[in-house]
């Protein structure tokens, strides 16, 4: 590995003229080897033909909403075959125990900027985006529940709760229109960067998933929705989005489960029981 890392060490030197003093490996991840370098810059290696396919559309759509978007985003500035380069966007990761203690005052603030950088995200048209996103899709096929693996961890009577909260989901038409709207596809708070001593929002990173869906996906995973005690966060950032009824509001809590459900899929992909085992536990209280 280390040998893998120095040999992109020395073409990102070769390639900006950026002499690399420090670096780290923020990520090794499916899609993409991340380094950054010199506390400034983050340069990212996709793994996967299909991500690197993509990748000259997403870059090309980043720049232009770059110009556009009340939150800072990665606005590419070396753009490679094999690697894309952007200035580091200051801030820490975002939490939802954090946002959960903040007063009242600050989590208007937050609901304000969130709710404004989705409406000029959702309303923003790009020629470079006409593919679907990869993740959160909504098709009736995927909520074929009967051979989810995760189905065996519950009672009968879990079942019947969470195959109601499916179905209710299925019932609504709004969750399968033809996607036509950019959405970033994979926002929770692991991808949302922020000052803790302003209690403001400082960017919106990791744009691997953006592509075309439905805008009720891009706001399941910024809190837990399942839950009625962020209802009133949800309904400050819609109406800071302009929501002019509650129809958004409801379709969102039913997808609620969804997010929950990827979380499973994506702990098992990845071998890791002890967060299969904690989002059994959520699943069951739904």
């Not at 810059?41 to 556009?68: D, G, Q, S």
């Not at 996103?133 to 096929?141: A, E, Q, V």
């Not at 036509?180 to 692991?190: E, Q, Y």
């Not at 800071?240 to 958004?248: E, M, Q, V």
């Amino acid at each position: 590995m280390q040998k893998e890392i120095t040999k992109k060490i020395k073409k990102i030197q070769e390639v900006t003229k950026i002499k690399v003093n420090s670096y780290k490996v923020v990520n090794r991840g499916a899609d993409s080897l991340i380094i950054e370098v010199n506390d400034r810059w983050i340069f990212r290696f996709p793994r996967k033909h299909a991500f690197r396919k993509k990748m000259k559309e997403r870059l090309n759509f980043l720049i232009y909403f770059a110009k556009v978007s009340p939150i800072k985003i990665p606005a590419p500035e070396y753009m490679e075959d094999d690697f894309i380069g952007y200035k580091k966007i200051s801030g820490k990761h975002l939490y939802r125990s954090s946002i959960e203690r903040l007063h009242r005052k600050d989590k208007l603030k937050i609901a304000k900027q969130i709710g404004l950088f989705l409406k000029a995200l959702h309303s923003f048209k790009s020629k470079y985006v006409k593919y679907e996103t990869g993740y959160l899709t909504m098709y009736r096929k995927d909520l074929d529940y009967s051979n989810w693996s995760f189905k065996k961890y519950l009672s009968k009577n879990e079942l019947k709760n969470l195959h109601g909260k499916l179905d209710a989901i299925l019932a609504n038409d709004n969750n399968f229109i033809k996607p036509t709207t950019i959405i970033h596809g994979d926002l929770h708070f692991n991808n949302i960067l922020w000052n803790p001593k302003k209690k403001t929002i400082t960017g919106v990173i990791d744009w691997g998933e953006v592509g075309l869906g439905v805008p009720a996906m891009d706001f399941i995973g910024i809190l837990d929705f399942n839950k009625k005690s962020n209802d009133k966060f949800l309904k400050d950032i819609l109406t800071y989005y302009g929501a002019k009824n509650d129809d958004l509001f409801q379709q969102i809590k039913e997808n609620a489960i969804i997010d929950t459900m990827n979380w499973f899929w994506w702990y098992e992909k990845n071998n890791q029981p002890e967060g299969m085992t904690r989002i059994i536990k959520k699943i069951k209280k739904y």
